[in-house]
């Protein structure tokens, strides 16, 4: 199984603030890649598919880049709503496995 | 618009069977959607544990595939999931979630609430 590596595990940032949480993948999975945001006793919820695409209704102060084996998530002016654990998950193929989340928190 | 609701028993004997349903309202289950589940430990993160589709094709993690079975029940619009020999590490919050696939990416995007299930005698 294709290993998901996240870092850092937790951060603390100011509001305003751009946040960047790394995903590395053990091989290469091209562009296969989504970001979800969890906030506690709640569902994760999709924020970008396709490494960079921006999910339905999702805010454009988050971002997605990369490809290979080295993916970022970028909050652009963290706000506080945005607090949560973040995880990636690669689909390019079975099983599919997710990061192991960073947390994000305020400072 | 489409909601999903997790249902079965919160509470699970060791070396018992975990049978959990995910009720689809808002459309059909027969769409072109694969249905998922995925569990999250206390406390830890998300585990993908697999993925069914209308037709019965299933994905499973190597992990759990000796211990699972997913079906789908076409006429109650719901799908299911069945784990054997459980222990106290199969304790977690269970989710299950529509694949709304875009561009041949999977995109997790709707969600029931998740259901706890202990496992404890």
């Known amino acids: 199984a294709i290993q998901m590596t996240q870092s850092p595990s937790s951060l603390s940032a100011s509001v305003g603030d751009t946040v960047t949480i790394t995903c590395r993948a053990s091989q290469g999975i091209r562009n296969d890649l989504g970001w979800y ?21 999702v805010p454009s102060r988050f971002s997605g880049s990369g490809s290979g084996t080295e993916f970022t998530l970028t909050i652009s002016s963290l706000q506080p709503e ?18 192991q989340g960073t947390k994000v928190e305020l400072k | 618009q489409l909601q999903l609701q997790e249902s079965g028993p919160g509470l699970v004997k060791p070396s018992g069977t975990l049978s959990l349903t995910c009720g689809v309202s808002g459309s059909p289950i027969s769409g072109s959607h694969w249905w998922t589940w995925v569990r999250q430990p206390p406390g830890k993160g998300l585990e993908w544990i697999g993925e069914i589709y209308h037709s019965g094709g299933t994905n499973y993690s190597p992990s759990l595939q000796s211990r699972i079975t997913m079906s789908v029940d076409k006429s109650n619009n719901q799908f299911s999931l069945k784990l054997t020999s459980v222990t106290a590490a199969d304790t977690a919050v269970y989710y299950c979630a529509r694949d709304g696939e875009r561009g041949g990416n999977s995109v997790l995007d709707y969600w029931g609430q998740g259901i706890l299930v202990s496992v404890s005698s």
């Open chain 1, 82 to 99: 945005d607090c949560a654990t973040y995880y990636c998950l690669q689909d390019y193929n079975y099983p599919r496995t997710f990061g």
């Open chain 1, 37 to 57: 945001q969890q906030k506690p006793g709640k569902a994760p919820k999709v924020l970008i598919y396709g490494v960079s695409s921006l999910q339905s209704g």
